[in-house]
T-cell receptor
Framework: GENVEQHPSTLSVQEGDSAVIKCTYS??????FPWYKQELGKRPQLIID?????GEKKDQRIAVTLNKTAKHFSLHITETQPEDSAVYFC?????????????FGQGTRLTINP | KAGVTQTPRYLIKTRGQQVTLSCSPI?????VSWYQQTPGQGLQFLFE???????NKGNFPGRFSGRQFSNSRSEMNVSTLELGDSALYLC????????????FGEGSRLTVL
């Protein structure tokens, strides 16, 4: 069935260091992999996404990599800043169901220490 | 452009009651999906509506239902409330394509006593 494992559940890094969050999925038909950021008390917001025909995508300090053979994808944040502190969720969607039916990971609480 | 609006923001119910939550999507968005967020289970998909039709459904019991109106506004209903239904219910709207950003509302926080 559909399942996304996300690790670690909590992550604490020093300001300026990099942070990496990893997710694995089980559905080989999955073709869309977004990452959402949820600040405390706020709504989840899309920060970056990748489609199955691409191996890597970068947007300023944020990058996502996808390994379809191993069925895992990762979020990389470089030069972390205090405002990066939040809960990050990976997700996947299949071609048939579309992006509206996302299967989310359990979330990673990222804390940036000044 | 107004964002996704959910009402009510907070509500308290007792076991056995029923509740209706409302969601107004971003203008022009035809897809509305609902998610339940709890500390233990994370974000779980409930259902999605597109042009008044339920297009996708998650693994929730029949007590959870929804509908969408011709103006794309959506409601979800939970009947015979249980303590475990206490959660943040998030609505998200999108254009409805196979891939694309979901725009979430701030959620309706339901507490069942």
């Amino acid at each position: 069935g559909e399942n996304v494992e996300q690790h670690p559940s909590t992550l604490s890094v020093q300001e300026g260091d990099s942070a990496v969050i990893k997710c694995t999925y089980s559905d080989s038909a999955s073709n869309y992999f977004p990452w959402y950021k949820q600040e405390l008390g706020k709504r989840p917001q899309l920060i970056i996404d990748i489609r199955s025909n691409v191996g890597e995508k970068k947007d300023q300090r944020i990058a996502v990599t996808l390994n379809k053979t191993a069925k895992h994808f990762s979020l990389h944040i470089t030069e972390t800043q205090p405002e990066d502190s939040a809960v990050y969720f990976c997700a996947e969607a299949g071609k048939i169901q579309g992006a509206q039916k996302l299967v989310f990971g359990q979330g990673t609480r990222l804390t940036i220490n000044p | 452009k107004a964002g996704v609006t959910q009402t009510p923001r907070y509500l308290i119910k007792t076991r056995g009651q029923q509740v209706t939550l409302s969601c107004s999507p971003i203008s022009g968005h035809r897809s509305v999906s609902w998610y339940q967020q709890t500390p233990g289970q994370g974000l779980q998909f409930l259902f999605e509506y597109f042009s008044e039709t339920q297009r996708n459904k998650g693994n929730f019991p029949g007590r959870f239902s929804g509908r969408q109106f011709s103006n794309s506004r959506s409601e979800m209903n939970v009947s015979t409330l249980e303590l475990g239904d206490s959660a943040l219910y998030l609505c998200a709207s999108s254009l409805g394509g196979s891939t694309g950003e979901l725009f979430f509302g701030e959620g309706s926080r339901l507490t069942v006593l």
